[in-house]
């Protein structure tokens, strides 16, 4: 939501989008948007787009590294991984991420065998993947400077490979800048924001178990991403053993490591980060399935029991992850039933990390956002209605982004709650994403009725007296509250309404002659 409000105002203070600002993809997003005129339909096409040439790019790189039957293979089964099958359907940055860091990474092996037009091209297409997801820059940085020290061993190669890194990076910062307003109102969104959410993730903000839940969720992200493939890993040692660990196994290495290391130390927000690094996950366990299959077929009298296993096993694997992303949906919460802590974790984190990125899910997102919708907009006016979200609601996605951009036409409030320091962000009150600490919410006499837009009510949040519940479609409820003159409490907040305004006393006298 947060890119679809960018394409009408880019604004880093309000989030829109959310720094580091993503300036290229928004870029990118207006011009498709001119055609479409359709903001989700825009970033879509943009997704569908970096996901196709990404597969491209993956095969080229695998075939550079290792050999063809390697490249096709990795290239079939990356481009059907359910996680990157996800994300090049739904208009978010990830799919783009993917195809920068597979292009930094082609470019950056053929700089890492001598090349120095190559460690040329490398540094731009880094530069501008900043453009794309500034992190990018951080995360392959490591990859890159050292396949061009290493592989030209130049000192005016590497200096000159600066020089075009930076100059492509103030092609997209100095507009970012200007358009942000200046770079101190750019640094204090940034700072907001990690302050409030990487700060409180990283080992150095956060405590430890806060590290060991990011390294599950990385894990299973991983997993999910990988589906069957990720059994060749059980293969690796023998691989290592039978061809030995060499400069492309390390390539592939340098390329893993600082984003996991991140990923796991610092923050882990999305299952969608994982596609950094995947394509580099792919090429390796692709090359030790077909060099497993390999062996296996020497076993075999046929002449062409190699290419038939081969073939055989990557179409497993493509109908197996196929599968998994069309059918796979997740299973409606069970908030009710009373169950084991650990077994309420496992189905939660199944529900948020696993069977939430499939088509199913997506289409039970989509249906969801549209009931919610479509009822508040049935059923009450904008003018006599405001939408209350929550952040912190421990049963609800935190709705405050989907209700401004699609019910632009009510006042909406985030409120925060489950236990996080009171305060709340207001549609129309808000000139940053700051979040307002105040407690008192006061409410213009023409408002009637306030409207929770959660999944489900919180079961630590007392039901303030009057609360009407309506069932909607797809399990999820609106909670309806008629506003009277009296304030209404709600957890730390009040609510007050202004009094309508009164007749002048004595307007219908006439004035003495």
């Not at 890119?3 to 993503?22: M, R």
């Not at 060749?232 to 400069?247: D, I, N, P, Q």
């Not at 236990?419 to 307002?436: E, Q």
């Amino acid at each position: 939501m947060q890119f679809a409000l960018a394409l009408n105002e880019y604004d880093v203070l309000k989030h829109q989008p959310h720094p580091p600002g993503y300036i290229l993809y928004v870029v990118l997003g207006r011009i498709v948007n001119a055609w479409l005129h359709d903001p989700t339909a825009s970033y879509v096409a943009l997704a569908v787009a970096f996901s196709g040439l990404t597969t491209f790019v993956v095969y080229y790189l695998a075939l550079a590294v290792y050999d063809r039957t390697t490249a096709l293979a990795a290239a079939a089964m990356f481009a059907v991984s359910p996680l990157f099958w996800f994300y090049g359907s739904v208009g978010l940055t990830y799919a783009g991420e993917a195809l920068f860091a597979s292009t930094v990474a082609y470019f950056g092996f053929r700089a890492f065998n001598g090349s120095r037009s190559d460690a040329y091209l490398a540094a731009w297409y880094l530069g501008i993947a900043g453009g794309m997801r500034q992190s990018l820059l951080v995360l392959l940085f490591p990859l890159w400077i050292g396949c061009v020290v290493i592989g030209t061993r130049r000192a005016r190669v590497v200096l000159i490979s600066l020089g075009i890194l930076a100059a492509s990076v103030l092609t997209w910062f100095v507009p970012m800048i200007w358009l942000t307003g200046g770079l101190e109102r750019y640094i204090t969104a940034s700072v907001e924001l990690a302050d409030s959410v990487v700060k409180p993730t990283s080992i150095v903000g956060g405590p430890f178990d806060v590290t060991l839940r990011m390294s599950r969720y990385l894990l299973e992200s991983v997993l999910v991403a990988l589906g069957p493939l990720a059994a060749a890993s059980l293969l690796a040692v023998w691989y290592v053993r039978r061809w030995g660990w060499t400069f492309r196994e390390w390539f592939l290495l340098a390329w893993t490591v600082p984003p996991v290391l991140v990923y796991t130390l610092v923050h882990f927000g999305q299952a969608g980060y994982v596609l950094t690094f995947l394509p580099a996950l792919v090429i390796f366990l692709s090359r030790v399935l077909v060099a497993a299959l390999g062996q296996a077929a020497e076993l075999l009298p046929l002449p062409r029991a190699r290419i038939a296993l081969t073939a055989a096993v990557v179409m497993l694997v493509v109908l197996v992850n196929g599968s998994f992303f069309v059918s796979a949906r997740p299973a409606p919460r069970d908030f009710d039933t009373p169950m084991s802590p650990w077994v309420r974790q496992a189905q939660d984190e199944a529900f948020d990390w696993i069977f939430s990125r499939t088509a199913a899910a997506l289409r039970d997102h989509e249906e969801v956002v549209s009931g919610f919708v479509d009822t508040i907009r049935g059923l009450y006016p904008g003018e006599t209605t405001v939408i209350i979200t929550e952040q912190g609601n421990s049963r609800s996605y935190p709705w405050f982004r989907h209700a401004m951009f699609y019910l632009p036409e009510y006042a909406v409030y985030e409120l925060q709650v489950g236990g996080l320091v009171p305060g709340f962000r207001a549609s129309r009150l808000s000139a940053t994403m700051s979040t307002i600490p105040e407690v008192e919410i006061g409410l213009p006499s023409s408002v009637e009725r306030l409207v929770w837009f959660v999944d489900h009510w919180s079961p630590t949040t007392v039901r303030p007296e009057g609360l009407v519940e309506i069932e909607i479609p797809h399990g999820r409820y609106l909670y309806v509250l008629p506003l009277g003159p009296k304030a209404i409490d709600y957890e730390d907040y009040t609510f007050v309404r202004a009094q309508p305004p009164r007749r002048a006393a004595g307007a219908a006298r006439a004035r003495p002659q």
